[in-house]
């Protein structure tokens, strides 16, 4: 969600300063181009123990699961998954609800392999965090307190967008991940566009030069905040030829000068937040209504604006409203809308006393989030009833446009920004599954957005996004049923009362199956809270 970056982490250089002067309308892409590089070796993800994760395994069973194959098909079971290596090699119905199970038919147990008895336990693919930010909020996030968050809510591939630690850094964890010699999910790294180049960017030789460069490096894909015109379309057309994925959070600095529908237009591919798609819906204005007072660089200003925007917007049904919607769909454009980064604006005391807060949050990331001038994103200088009041409306009318873009065919997928505005990972992507299931998603919808959609939008539904034979074998295993209930995929569990009356908390992610190696999700939320006990003592 960056669009400026701290001013406390890093260090502008001149030609920032001078070109600014020339180009106002790039001061996003210039301060991203001036970020210094930075050394975080010290908080890189180490090598996995012996006793993280067991597998991937000759031949793995597990006997007597639900299933909730992510392709939109209502969850079977009782059936027996196998597991080969790093893919699903069969799945076998093995009988029926409430009886017992029938012993003929099921796979049969050879010398060497493993089983898992999970009678009675829901199992869904790998969840995709299509907006994950390994670091570059506050100072000091291990690696592997991120990785262990996201793996223990059962996250198994994660799209980093703009790789801020730098791209060697975000490059090295992937390579590791690939290799599964890390505890971490599978990494997809996004570059933001101009990182790492030695001058600004402002001519199309350069934005072509810079997306070749990037490819050859290693980048996946590019994350644009904002550029004119003529870089965008140069530095979209080559990306599409580099086999690059795209997206973009379009900045309101030049969201003036390219909306959602611009850039969809010239090729970007997926949209983050919400920000150029209500300019792409106005009808009797072409700016934003700010008041005479806005400042940009005043971070309430630009919030509590931003909660003002939908309701400047055409409204559903209209004639703009549909054109918009269905050119979008045609160009088989992709929504991320990562809901979850901005629900403190209508709920600040909710986020700040998140259940999760206690054991989860590291001290710097809470230090990050309290109300500061110079932070991004701690915005709550004097935020008031009313500020909320209009985030709520502001959520109404982004949630319908957001459910009848995917009731029209739309493609919307799951993202959480966490590490700003009060959100934790893994925690801040479950968050995400019960604001889509408020936008009018069925169970079913939300966990087709979570996975299979992730999926397609990264050109990967050949390998992850659902279960199936030929999958890789990326897994959601849990004793609740999550389609009843979201909470329960919480680490800190749904709170409830039990058959004696007495309040509990059930549920939380049991195992996370990624690449075939099976991974204790309450053991990772143990080791979690034994960092921030450290993190708090020192």
């Known amino acids: 969600m960056l669009t400026t970056l701290p001013n406390s982490r890093f260090t502008l250089t001149s030609a920032y300063f001078s070109y600014l002067h020339k180009v106002m309308v790039l001061a996003v892409i210039l301060v991203i181009l001036s970020i210094a590089p930075y050394s975080y070796a010290d908080k890189a993800a180490p090598n996995k123990a012996a006793d993280e994760g067991k597998g991937p395994y000759k031949r793995l069973i597990l006997r007597g699961i639900t299933l909730v194959n992510g392709e939109g098909a209502p969850p079977r079971g009782p059936l027996d998954i196998v597991i080969e290596g790093d893919r699903i090699t069969n799945i076998v119905s093995v009988g029926h609800p409430d009886v017992p199970i029938k012993v003929e038919g099921r796979p049969v147990l050879r010398e060497g392999d493993e089983e898992m008895q999970l009678e009675g336990y829901y199992v869904l693919p790998g969840f995709i965090d299509m907006h994950g930010h390994i670091g570059g909020s506050a100072d000091n996030i291990p690696a592997e307190y991120v990785f262990k968050l996201w793996l223990a809510h059962g996250i198994t591939t994660v799209r980093e967008p703009g790789s801020f630690n730098g791209l060697d850094w975000v490059l090295d964890h992937v390579k590791r991940s690939q290799k599964n010699e890390i505890v971490a999910p599978r990494i997809i790294p996004y570059l933001g566009f101009g990182m790492g180049a030695k001058e600004p960017i402002f001519t199309a030789k350069q934005a072509r030069a810079w997306v070749k460069a990037s490819a050859k490096n290693g980048a996946k894909g590019i994350k644009f905040f904002g550029a004119t015109p003529k870089v965008m379309t140069a530095a979209l057309d080559e990306a599409k030829k580099q086999n690059l994925g795209t997206m973009m959070h379009h900045a309101q600095l030049n969201v003036m000068s390219m909306n959602v529908l611009d850039s969809a237009r010239l090729g970007l591919t997926t949209m983050e937040h919400w920000y150029g798609l209500p300019e792409a819906l106005f009808e009797d204005r072409r700016i934003q209504d700010y008041p005479a007072t806005y400042n940009y660089n005043n971070e309430q200003d630009r919030f509590a604006e931003a909660g003002k925007l939908w309701k400047q917007a055409a409204v559903m049904g209209s004639d703009k ?38 054991e989860y949050t590291l001290p710097t990331l809470w230090d990050f989030f309290t109300p500061s001038r110079y932070a991004h994103g701690s915005y709550w200088f004097d935020w008031t009833t009313d500020e909320e009041i209009e985030w709520k409306e502001n959520y109404r009318l982004w949630m319908q446009f957001l459910n009848d873009f995917k009731n029209h065919g739309g493609r919307v997928t799951t993202g959480s920004d966490s590490g700003y505005i009060y959100k934790i990972y893994g925690f801040g992507y479950i968050s995400e599954l019960e604001l889509l299931r408020e936008a009018g998603f069925n169970p079913y919808e939300v966990i087709q957005a979570a996975t299979l959609n992730g999926a397609q939008a990264l050109g990967m539904e050949d390998d992850i996004g659902s279960i199936s034979v030929g999958k890789l074998a990326d897994m959601v295993i849990i004793k609740e049923n999550p389609l009843r209930n979201f909470k329960v995929l919480y680490g800190t569990g749904h709170y409830r009362l039990d058959d004696n009356n007495k309040p509990i908390r059930s549920g939380g992610v049991d195992y996370t199956i990624k690449d075939g190696i099976v991974y204790d999700a309450k053991s990772l939320l143990e080791d979690v809270k034994t960092m921030v006990k450290e993190a708090k003592a020192d």
């Open 321 to 358: 409203w549909n054109s918009v919607r269905d050119e979008l769909i045609a160009l088989d454009f992709t929504i991320n809308p990562t809901m979850t980064i901005y629900q403190a604006s209508r709920d600040l005391m909710r986020e700040r006393n998140a259940d999760w807060h206690a």
